[in-house]
């Protein structure tokens, strides 16, 4: 064992001892909640409600961290009209401390592009995965969301992260293939261990159709994959105001804040911001990082 990996052991023993005596009040002070927002299918809106959540959220008064998990593609960046440099590959390689390649591209909201999908976090050194680690530790307390973007499909990322994260929240529309899709990246997810999903229904043209997407999602989960749980989480309307604004790369919390889209949005971020957290550990940034990277 190195220098570096005795202080960062000696840092973590540090604050169990202090978790210890914290997790005995109701109140938790253990960092962020962390979210995912998945798909079976591209292209059903991930990407533009993670970042008009992570506005909604701002505006509830949150510090967001919006963990990139889909390079590569039209993403955050795109939708936020901004062009981060650097990835977490530069604080792998320790070329970059993270909090030089974390970026704020609003006031309260901070984007970090994780990995392409050929690299792996579960596959670093275990040299790699403590510096990892530890330079996560040192941004705990200043975000209080983290809202993880990932790719559609099961690639290892895309499972690793949502395994990894407090709530999953699959993203589905009306169309039949997002169903299937929906419902084979659960059946994935499941088959690794997960059991809860948030489903959220993005692109119908109202509570009807949402509730008739959920019923069909949740009846094949629940029918074939015995203990799995799918919540209903809510649902953001079809609205033309979503294409303007990525036309114009700008969210439509921010471009049209009147839309139907942009209050749907409001509303789903105001009942995540209250919804119970699953465990005292479960929604920490520290165990994200740790169950991302299979630490054990
Ligand atoms: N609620 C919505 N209403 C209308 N169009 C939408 C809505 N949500 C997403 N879209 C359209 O879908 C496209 C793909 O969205 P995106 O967020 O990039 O999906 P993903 O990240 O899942 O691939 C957007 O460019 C937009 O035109
Ligand atoms: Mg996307």
Redesign the pocket.
């Known amino acids: 064992m190195n220098v570096d990996q005795a202080s960062h052991l000696r840092k973590i023993m540090a604050k169990e001892s202090r978790m210890t005596v914290t997790k005995k009040g109701p109140v938790h002070d253990d960092g962020p909640r962390v979210f995912s927002i998945t ?1 079976g299918k ?8 993670v970042a008009n959540l992570s506005l909604a959220f701002s505006r509830l008064g949150k510090r967001v961290l919006i963990f990139d998990g889909d390079l590569g593609l ?1 993403n955050i960046d795109i939708v936020f009209g901004v062009r981060p440099q650097f990835t977490i590959a530069h604080v792998i390689s320790g070329e970059k401390e993270l909090t030089e390649v974390i970026t704020e591209i609003r006031p309260g909201i901070s984007i970090i592009p994780a990995l392409s999908g050929d690299e792996s976090m579960s596959e670093l050194s275990e040299s790699q995965k403590l510096t990892l680690l530890s330079e996560f530790e040192t941004i705990e307390n200043l975000f209080d969301v983290v809202l993880v973007d990932t790719a ?1 499909g099961i690639s290892t990322n895309v499972i690793y992260f949502n395994l990894a994260a407090e709530e999953c929240i699959v ?1 589905v529309t009306g169309e039949p293939t997002s169903i299937t899709d929906a419902y084979g990246i659960i059946k994935v997810l499941y088959g690794h261990g997960a059991k809860r999903f948030k489903i959220l229904v ?2 119908v043209s109202g509570l009807d159709e949402a509730k008739a997407v959920y019923y069909t999602l949740s009846q094949a989960a629940e029918r074939f994959l015995k203990g799995a749980i799918t919540e209903y989480m809510g649902f ?4 033309a105001k ?2 303007e604004s ?1 036309i114009a790369r700008a969210p439509f919390l921010e471009k049209f804040p009147e839309s139907q ?1 942009a209050r749907a949005v409001a509303q789903l971020a105001e009942k995540l911001a209250v919804s119970p957290r699953r465990t005292d550990l479960d929604g920490n940034i520290k165990f994200f990082m740790q169950r991302l990277m299979r630490v054990r």
Request: charged share 15%; no cysteine; aromatic share 0%.
């Open positions: 798909s591209g292209g059903v809106g991930k990407t533009n409600l039209a559609a993203v993005n692109m953001v309307p079809a609205d979503v294409r990525v889209a």
